[in-house]
């Protein structure tokens, strides 16, 4: 006998959470969506999603709810909340925030959906949206290990290294430290490229030769040939970028860590948001060097 799949509130329908929503829709699992702006939703609705008014009817009737959602604030009011999350859930539905905001909030959402008999995980991903597109994202997680085990079917159509890192928070710490590791890379691709136009190589050729050696990287192969291409369309825009960076900052800060590449960086992506790239593709940083 086939068991009956969870039915699904899926939370924010923008690059990433459309396609990841599909995923979970060509599964098989019931799912109802609320999104800001319900145009956004309008192919998921049309493949057999419901369409919820309001997060709280959307909670109602949901047994597990996923969120990929714009800032921590509102993380904190969708979970937290006087209609959110947290005080309209049954017990024992599950509640997954995919989108990146700060560990210490995600430890908020845990200590308060425990007391509701509510299980909380943190899944940040990463891999743009190409890897949402293709069900290819990494998907880093904190909480309980029962909570992960049973949603794994459920990160498995979305993702393929998804990785239980630890406690409440350590899936958003984890997404941190790639958003550190990110910041100062794009400047060196976006450096290196300038070099190779200055020295007068073809970039398109000098990239099938370094991407397959120790200068190679996910941001290299994918980000490289759309700097070359002009084509500054946001698979990941800076305005989410800059958001990341600056919770990365407050984590690192709260640790007394100096972090000088990610603050380089930030500034530089601050100085092209204020010249009307905060909607282009982080892979934009090139303009700054152009």
Known sequence: MMTQKQTIGFVGTGVMGKSMAKHLLYNGYPLHVHTRTK???????????????????????SDVIITIIGTPLDVEEVYLGGKGIIKNAKSGTYIIDMTTSKPSLAVDIYKAAKEKDVYALDAPVS?????AREAKLAIMVGGDKEAFEKM???FETMGENIILQGEAGAGQHTKMVNQISIAPAMIGICEALMYAKKAQLDP????????????????????????????FAPGFAI???I??????????KEMNLPTPSLTMALEMYEELANQGEDESGIHALIKYFE
């Open 39 to 61: 145009e956004k939703a309008e192919d998921l609705l049309k493949a057999g999603a419901v369409w919820e008014d309001s997060v709280e009817s959307l909670t109602k009737a």
């Open 204 to 231: 398109s050729t000098v990239l099938e030769s370094i991407s397959t050696g120790a200068a190679g990287s996910w941001s290299l192969s994918n980000y490289a040939p759309r700097m070359i291409k002009g084509d």
């Open 239 to 241: 305005k989410h970028f």
């Open 127 to 131: 891999g743009g949206d190409v890897g």
């Open 243 to 252: 958001k990341d960076m600056k919770i990365a900052q407050e984590s690192a």
């Open 152 to 154: 794994l079917p459920i």
